[in-house]
């Protein structure tokens, strides 16, 4: 089947996210290879660019330190910053501090090593000379090339969004990586350090309300600590059960949102081994709640690690699923800023993006 397409969806890919390869994982005691590897977002690009699905761009700007601002606090955007320099000066000892080591491998990179409990936080404030530890796993280590890849990732989501309320297009698909939906306010952590979808949420306010739908398989904890207390987003989210996936502590039914923000947050979490009837009917939900709500303007968090082959994952999602998932959110006719999030059966996203992006596009 050959299509032509009319109007390609313009995408937002920067070449620099290979700058953030990390070499290692730690999983079920075991060091791996790292999931979130470069070639995830190659094979999204080159086989959605050979279908003519999309129209690639490089990111038009820059998101700047003003608006990460809006999203993250300076001390986090500052620490980014300040370990990457690190790594490429390899003064190691400096940063134990903010509670990183430099892991021995070929390639240097810190990885978090301690997690501080709140009962522990006097002390730990003590031995750490004022500095504030802000990764809250060991799944985000930072090298020479993640601060640049980290704000490319953001510039791709931005770009998109500035897109969209310039007018030049109603949807736009941010080809992030890494990807950013359990980085918060403060925090790094699940291959994640700059909150790509929230970002883009917080520009769109411009617009009106905003709705994030997060369709990756783990919840996206940091996007719902960043609009916990926001009663113009609402953030809404189906993922494995925390109280038996990652990332545990966030992602539970009772989860509504702060005393300022009551009902703006939609936790659907459903059973490890979920198969596609299973997740529609809470998208049937999820789309309900969206309506309801009247966004003028729609983020998705966009994650393939739902699919049935993921090395991380458990749930069934098949080509098809994907085809409806992405049709039932084209029929909400709203703005939509696409923005790519986990996937890690690498061999297969590229199929996976295709089926999405036809049911969006309809073709
Ligand atoms: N025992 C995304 O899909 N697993 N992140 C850590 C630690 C981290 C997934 C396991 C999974 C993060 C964006
Ligand atoms: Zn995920």
Same mark, same amino acid.
């Given at each position: ?20 390869? %990390? %070499? ?80 021995? /491998? ?15 936080? $006097? ?14 796993? $060991? ?27 310039? $007018?030049? /297009? ?74 038996? &996936? ?22 659907? %979490?459903?059973?490890?081994? /979920? ?65 790519? &999030? ?22």
């Amino acid at each position: 089947m050959e299509n032509l397409i009319a109007h390609p969806l313009p995408a937002f890919f920067s070449s620099d996210h290979a700058l953030h390869a %990390p %070499p290692v994982e730690f999983i079920h005691g075991k060091l791996v290879p790292y999931h979130e590897m470069p070639q995830r977002i190659e094979n999204i690009r080159q086989h959605l660019e050979s279908t003519g699905l999309i129209q690639v761009n490089q990111p038009s700007q820059k998101v700047t330190e003003a608006d990460l601002l809006r999203t993250h606090d300076a001390s986090m955007v500052a620490y980014l910053q300040t370990m990457s320099q690190g790594a490429a000066a390899a003064v190691r000892h400096d940063y134990a501090g903010y509670n990183m080591e430099a892991f021995a /491998t070929d390639d240097d990179y810190f990885y978090a090593s301690v997690f501080p409990l709140a009962s522990m936080s $006097g002390v730990v404030s003590q031995h750490m000379q004022g500095r504030k530890y802000f990764a809250f796993d $060991g799944a985000a280590p930072l090298g020479k090339g993640t601060w640049q890849a980290v704000h490319s990732s953001a510039s791709a989501a931005w770009s998109g969004t500035q897109a969209i309320l310039n $007018g030049q /297009t109603r949807s736009a698909y941010a080809m992030c990586r890494p990807p950013g939906h359990h980085a918060g306010p403060n925090f790094i952590g699940g291959y994640c350090y700059l909150n790509n979808a929230a970002i883009a949420a917080k520009a769109f306010l411009s617009l009106g309300n905003v709705a994030i739908i997060d369709i990756d398989y783990h919840h996206g904890n940091g996007t719902q600590a960043i609009f916990w207390d926001e009663p113009r987003v609402l953030f809404a989210s189906i993922h494995a059960d925390p109280a038996q &996936e990652y990332p545990a502590y966030a992602g539970y039914a009772g989860e509504t949102g702060g005393p300022g923000a009551q009902g703006t947050t939609l936790n659907l %979490p459903l059973p490890p081994g /979920t198969a596609e009837a299973g997740y529609l009917a809470a998208f049937d939900v999820l789309l309900a709640r969206v309506q309801a709500f009247s966004p003028a303007a729609l983020v998705v968090s966009l994650g393939f690690d739902t699919y049935k082959d993921d090395p991380i994952g458990t749930f069934k999602l098949d080509d098809g699923s994907y085809h409806k998932l992405g049709s039932l959110i084209s029929a909400l006719n709203l703005p939509v800023l696409y923005v790519q &999030e986990g996937g890690y059966c690498v061999d297969a996203l590229g199929r996976l993006a295709e089926a999405f992006f036809r049911g969006v596009l309809d073709c």
